[in-house]
């Protein structure tokens, strides 16, 4: 199997006001933000374009469910579908089906304490 995890695809959290929240952010340290929150753009060691959603949340999202945590962490994988997978022969308990979009696919996990995690195999390229 190829590598797992491979970077930080997203910070997710809720806060009261998402809108504020994205405001101060961008007021105080000059985050790019949009409706969604704000995009880091990096390149990693082989010179690839990739990408780190930084987003929050209204605090009654029910988005990070099962979870019951104030945050999500998204991460950068290869072969969802694979690694999926093998997770599942590994026990881990996987929330959900595979959501495909233009800019990637999606899958989600519990770790060990019940935290809803989001994989993600990005389509990089398509993002910008």
Known sequence: MKKRVT????????????????DWYSKHLGFNTDNYGSTFWWKNKEDK??????SPF????TYFEPSKKEFMFNYRVENLVELLETLKN???????????????????ILDNEGNKIELWEPKDQLLK
């Open 7 to 22: 970077g930080i695809g997203g910070i997710f959290f809720k806060t009261e006001d998402p809108e504020a929240s994205r």
């Open 90 to 108: 590994e026990g881990v308990t996987i929330v959900g089906k595979i959501e495909e979009y233009d800019y990637g696919k999606f899958g989600w």
């Open 49 to 54: 374009e990739c990408s780190t959603q930084w």
């Open 58 to 61: 209204k605090n009654d999202t």
